[in-house]
């Protein structure tokens, strides 16, 4: 896979509580990907840019809301969300800024 690709297939993690519920619970981590990431891509470019061993990865796509805006009904764009299984003993520290 291309290098600079994987760079680009992470946009940001999903900080929320029930993140953080998920993530002490099942050992996962949640970021918001490229809606056309596949799951090779985001095992590979969370391998790559944290230096830990993914175990598996599942993608979920998060429909946009319907809003409005004056008058007239808009929608906000879907987004697509990984929820990243990480081998036992592997974490990810946002607050130190990677990998432990």
């Given at each position: ?84 299984s990480l081998k036992p003993g592997q974490e990810i520290n946002f607050a130190e800024g990677g990998a432990v």
């Amino acid at each position: 896979m291309n290098q600079e690709r994987l760079m680009q297939v992470l946009l940001a993690p999903q900080i929320s509580e029930k993140a953080t519920w998920v993530a002490e619970k099942n050992e996962q981590v949640i970021f918001r990907v490229v809606s056309d990431a596949t799951k090779p891509e985001i095992k590979a470019a969370v391998e790559l840019l944290f230096k830990v061993q993914v175990e598996s990865v599942q993608v979920s796509t998060v429909k946009g809301k319907q809003k409005r805006f004056g008058r007239s009904m808009g929608r906000r764009k879907n987004w697509k969300k990984a929820f990243v299984s990480l081998k036992p003993g592997q974490e990810i520290n946002f607050a130190e800024g990677g990998a432990v």
